[in-house]
């Protein structure tokens, strides 16, 4: 017998830590036992877990490598991305495949699944994004749950005339869902509003990037949030997961219909729980279009951080996903000079996730088994990839991370991998390191070091989410 042997690490998954070695066979987990008791002989590569956590690998429920976007696409490509992932600790994204109006649902899928052939460095899936609702989309639904592995599809409150769905087509692909049980996904900020606002603001000459952040309210994200989970109760209390939530009245709707028992989930992103419109999206001239995103960053004098972090120790918030869609400052984030409503949005975290969240855990923000069930397992069940992924147990993929608590990481445009030109994160120092990352029982990263190919990730056909009834 051939293997790898974890050994004198303590496991952490949503059961908390335990003191446990994991023995690795092929490309799946094949046991773990009591610190000692495992295999003695064997010809079995070990390795010295000690003094680190080994944690599933992670799974970023929502990128975009190569998004078309405002004239321009996301930088990194699905080899840089996902090598960079790896790097962070993350096992597996699910990426967007994107039907624009008019356009053939499968023949988007068709294209996202040309983009990643033989390009991937982790395994990945998709999510469709549906651009246009009409009777063809809505069996294509059916078609994509039934034989394609897609479970999951996102809708557009938000940028009217490019992927925007008004409430009628919004109720007709959550009947639909609700039919098939896939989990719908929601854009939530009132997308004609919003235009009317930065109409309003380049009128006045209010151009600089802060005003992406005021022009896009908090109470416009709350507004659509409550309106698709009433959206969401008509049909049948379709299965809905509103996508980045950044601000506290999104996230009481989130609650109060969580309180009452519904489909209703949500994810945050790392951006809304660390940086703040006047630090970033505020910076000097024209440096805060590095932080263009949407949702916004929101203002550090209301309380919209420390209510996400804790709505992420009571579950209102299931998810940390990244929503990471790279662009560089130079020649792309530029385009918006002299008017912030053409900067590209978008912030490259991909790299960074598992390390910002462990900083949580030592800040005392959340537990280590709530670190390792937002960044992995629940990611993995929610979205239909649970048990193949997201926890350390006999049968799934050996996606390992040993994670050295006793390190430190420092992020920065000279050491991160992503293919941008300037870090969101710059400066920024986690009191933790990935040390080890391990996808489906190859070693990818050792220390600093690289070890895995372009081409080892694979496709990964996912099921229904685990939370549904």
Same mark, same amino acid.
């Given at each position: 017998?051939t293997g790898?042997l974890?050994k004198?690490?303590t ?8 003191s446990?070695d994991v023995?690795?066979?092929? @490309? ?6 009591m610190?000692?008791?495992g295999?003695v002989?064997?010809?079995f #590569?070990v390795?010295?877990?000690t003094?680190k956590y ?5 799974v970023d429920?929502h ?7 405002g004239?321009?696409k996301?930088s990194?490509t ?5 090598r960079a &992932?790896?790097f ?8 967007f495949a994107?039907?624009?109006y008019? #356009?053939?649902v499968q023949?988007g899928l068709a294209a996202?699944?040309?983009?990643t052939?033989?390009e991937?460095h982790?395994?990945?899936a998709?999510?469709m994004?549906l651009?246009?609702v009409?009777d ?5 639904? $059916?078609?994509?749950?039934?034989? @394609?592995?897609i479970? +999951? ?9 490019v992927f925007y769905s ?5 109720l007709?692909a959550?009947?639909k869902?609700r039919?098939?049980? &896939?989990?719908?996904m929601?854009?939530? @900020?009132?997308?004609? &509003?919003i235009d009317?606002?930065v109409?309003q603001?380049l009128?006045r ?8 952040g005021?022009t896009r309210p908090e109470?416009?994200?709350a @507004?659509a949030t409550s309106?698709a989970i009433w959206?969401?109760?008509v049909?049948?209390?379709c ?7 950044s601000a506290s009245k999104a996230? #009481?709707?989130?609650?109060?219909a ?11 992103c790392?951006?809304y729980l660390y940086l703040t419109?006047?630090?970033q ?7 805060g279009?590095?932080w ?13 951080r420390?209510?996400l972090?804790?709505?992420l120790?009571?579950n ?5 996903s990244? $929503?990471h ?6 020649d792309?984030k ?9 900067i590209p949005?978008g912030?490259? +975290?991909?790299?960074?996730r598992v390390?910002?969240?462990y900083?949580g855990?030592v800040?005392g923000k959340?537990?280590l &088994?709530r670190?390792? #069930?937002t960044?992995a397992t629940t990611p993995?069940r929610m979205?239909?990839l649970?048990?193949?992924?997201g926890?350390? *147990?006999?049968?799934s ?9 006793? *390190?430190?990481?420092r992020?920065g445009?000279e050491?991160?991998?992503?293919n ?6 710059e ?6 390191k ?9 070693v990818?990263?050792?220390g600093?070091?690289?070890h895995g190919?372009k081409g080892?990730g694979?496709?990964?056909r996912?099921?229904?989410?685990d939370?549904?009834i």
């Amino acid at each position: 017998m051939t293997g790898l042997l974890i050994k004198g690490g303590t496991v952490v998954g949503p059961q908390g830590p335990i003191s446990a070695d994991v023995l690795v066979v092929g @490309e799946k987990i094949s046991a773990l036992f009591m610190p000692g008791d495992g295999p003695v002989e064997g010809d079995f #590569e070990v390795l010295d877990a000690t003094g680190k956590y080994v944690i599933p690998g992670a799974v970023d429920a929502h990128t975009h490598m190569e998004m078309p976007f405002g004239g321009t696409k996301a930088s990194d490509t699905f080899d840089t991305g996902t090598r960079a &992932a790896a790097f962070g600790g993350t096992t597996t994204i699910i990426d967007f495949a994107i039907q624009r109006y008019g #356009e053939v649902v499968q023949d988007g899928l068709a294209a996202w699944h040309a983009k990643t052939e033989g390009e991937c460095h982790i395994d990945y899936a998709f999510h469709m994004i549906l651009g246009g609702v009409d009777d063809d989309s809505l069996k294509a639904m $059916d078609q994509l749950v039934a034989s @394609e592995g897609i479970t +999951s599809f996102k809708l557009f409150m938000a940028y009217p005339g490019v992927f925007y769905s008004d409430d009628g087509q919004i109720l007709r692909a959550m009947q639909k869902a609700r039919d098939n049980g &896939a989990m719908i996904m929601m854009h939530a @900020e009132n997308g004609p &509003a919003i235009d009317v606002l930065v109409k309003q603001a380049l009128e006045r000459g209010e151009t600089d990037p802060i005003y992406h952040g005021i022009t896009r309210p908090e109470a416009l994200e709350a @507004e659509a949030t409550s309106r698709a989970i009433w959206l969401a109760s008509v049909a049948a209390d379709c299965p809905l997961y509103i996508v980045h939530l950044s601000a506290s009245k999104a996230l #009481e709707q989130v609650a109060a219909a969580r309180d009452l028992g519904r489909n209703v989930f949500a994810e945050t992103c790392p951006q809304y729980l660390y940086l703040t419109l006047e630090d970033q999206l505020g910076a000097d001239g024209f440096e805060g279009a590095k932080w263009v995103c949407s949702t916004p960053l929101r203002s550090k004098h209301e309380t919209h951080r420390a209510d996400l972090w804790k709505g992420l120790r009571s579950n209102d918030l299931s998810v940390v996903s990244t $929503d990471h869609c790279p662009f560089c400052f130079k020649d792309q984030k530029d385009m918006g000079i002299g008017d912030f409503s053409k900067i590209p949005n978008g912030i490259g +975290s991909v790299e960074h996730r598992v390390d910002l969240l462990y900083q949580g855990v030592v800040d005392g923000k959340l537990s280590l &088994a709530r670190w390792v #069930e937002t960044i992995a397992t629940t990611p993995a069940r929610m979205f239909g990839l649970f048990p193949q992924k997201g926890i350390i *147990a006999p049968g799934s993929d050996a996606d390992i991370v040993l994670y050295d608590p006793a *390190a430190r990481t420092r992020i920065g445009v000279e050491t991160h991998h992503m293919n941008m030109d300037y870090s969101a994160w710059e400066g920024f120092e986690i009191a933790g390191k990935v040390d080890t990352v391990i996808s489906r029982g190859t070693v990818l990263v050792s220390g600093d070091t690289y070890h895995g190919t372009k081409g080892h990730g694979r496709f990964v056909r996912r099921g229904l989410s685990d939370y549904l009834i």
